[in-house]
């Protein structure tokens, strides 16, 4: 924690656990070997390696814990191996240099704010596994173009994609229920967007500051807070 000299590390294979803040604040890490023994990395082990361009997990990996990475702003690409299931809160926000990332179906749980002002990242795929899009999970991640969201989602939280100004087009799946507040707050390329009759429930200023989407078709039963869409929007009931 806080060795702000130390460029490299290769840990034996006797670890199986990175515990919480173990290199957090070691701004000179540009590499580190994670030996296959490893299954767990703890809340903020990597938080504030400015250096850490890229780093590979071990298949043995099932879990990455609170802000492991965040602020580790040279982070270009992290591969996920098949075994993580669980992706923790704010793992890799601030990572403004992370351009892209795969998902792999193994994980059922992203985390709140999990890439949450990855400035960089232009797409994402979630997989199938996943049931909910967490609050802030990918809130002001302003060059995210595109996403696609798997029928299994049900949930997509409160700022989810708040500020996510070059989404032009989202896919909402059959499976969705409900929109939190603030989902897509402040999407100004957002154009266009299909809501399913599944959806029950739009939250408060969901669509707010949407300025490129003129128009929208609610579902007949839908819930929708007054506040949901701005005046420009033009909402009609199917």
């Not at 240099?97 to 002002?117: C, D, E, K, W, Y």
Request: proline share 5%; net charge negative.
């Amino acid at each position: 924690h806080g060795c702000t000299s130390l460029a490299s590390i290769t840990l034996p294979e006797s670890v199986t656990q990175i515990d919480a803040h173990a290199f957090h604040g070691c701004t000179s890490l540009a590499s580190i070997t994670l030996p296959e023994s490893v299954t767990q990395i703890g809340d903020q082990s990597f938080h504030g390696c400015t250096s850490l361009a890229s780093i590979t997990l071990p298949a043995s990996v099932t879990q990455i814990g609170d802000q492991t990475f965040r602020d580790c702003t040279s982070l270009a690409s992290i591969t996920l191996p098949a075994s993580v299931t669980q992706i923790g809160d704010q793992a890799f926000r601030d990572c403004a240099s992370l351009a892209s990332i795969t998902i792999p179906a193994s994980v059922t749980q992203i985390g709140g704010g999990a890439f949450s002002f990855c400035t960089s990242l232009a797409s994402i795929t979630i997989p199938e596994s996943v049931t909910q899009i967490a609050e802030w999970a990918f809130s002001g991640c302003t060059s995210l173009a595109s996403i696609t969201l798997p029928e299994s989602v049900t949930q997509i939280g409160g700022y989810a994609f708040n500020g996510c100004k070059s989404l032009a087009s989202i896919t909402i799946p059959k499976s969705v229920t409900q929109i939190g507040a603030w989902a897509f707050e402040g999407c100004a390329s957002l154009a266009s967007i299909t809501l399913p009759a599944s959806v029950t429930q739009i939250g408060r200023e969901a669509f707010d500051g949407c300025t490129s989407l003129l128009s929208i078709t609610i579902p007949s039963a839908t819930v929708v807070d007054p506040s949901a869409f701005s005046e420009h929007t033009h909402v009609t009931r199917a």
